[in-house]
């Protein structure tokens, strides 16, 4: 499925029954997530996100996923927060410290954008 690229209204309603068989997999609650970013309902998409990072709180992609919905909301200081998370959980993850740079730069904080970034590399 490409980023752009939405559930059809019967895969939509598979998902959901999914998520009513079994409410604790974070998966299908993932990919409604998606969908509704994708589809512009972005507070249902954060609704979703979180309830993923309920389930699975150690999930890296997840926070990825909540932090650039953030920065869509204009939240961007609470996605540096988010993307912060991340790092903390994985530190060694270099996807974790470049979504850091990415949610400093959103939130125009370049000297702490480049802190990140060194740290990536």
Same mark, same amino acid.
């Given at each position: 499925?490409?980023?752009?690229?939405?559930?059809? !209204?019967? !895969?939509?309603?598979?998902? #959901?029954?999914?998520?009513?068989?079994?409410?604790?997999?974070?998966?299908? #609650?993932?990919?409604? $997530?998606?969908?509704?970013?994708?589809?512009? /309902?972005? $507070?249902?998409?954060? !609704?979703?996100?979180?309830?993923?990072?309920?389930?699975?709180?150690?999930?890296? /992609?997840?926070?990825?996923?909540?932090?650039?919905?953030?920065? /869509?909301?204009?939240?961007?200081? #609470? $996605?540096?927060?988010? $993307?912060?998370?991340?790092?903390?959980?994985?530190? !060694?993850?270099?996807?974790?410290?470049?979504?850091?740079?990415?949610m400093?730069?959103?939130?125009? @904080?370049?000297a702490?954008?480049? @802190?990140?970034? /060194?740290?990536?590399?």
């Amino acid at each position: 499925m490409s980023r752009k690229q939405l559930l059809s !209204e019967a !895969e939509e309603a598979q998902v #959901r029954l999914a998520i009513d068989r079994n409410p604790r997999a974070p998966l299908p #609650r993932a990919r409604l $997530a998606l969908h509704c970013w994708r589809s512009g /309902d972005l $507070a249902a998409a954060l !609704e979703w996100r979180d309830s993923c990072l309920e389930i699975d709180p150690n999930h890296v /992609d997840y926070y990825r996923i909540r932090a650039n919905i953030q920065v /869509d909301l204009h939240q961007s200081a #609470r $996605a540096v927060e988010t $993307a912060q998370r991340a790092i903390a959980i994985l530190p !060694e993850s270099v996807m974790a410290y470049l979504l850091a740079t990415r949610m400093l730069l959103a939130d125009l @904080h370049p000297a702490r954008a480049q @802190h990140m970034l /060194d740290k990536a590399l």
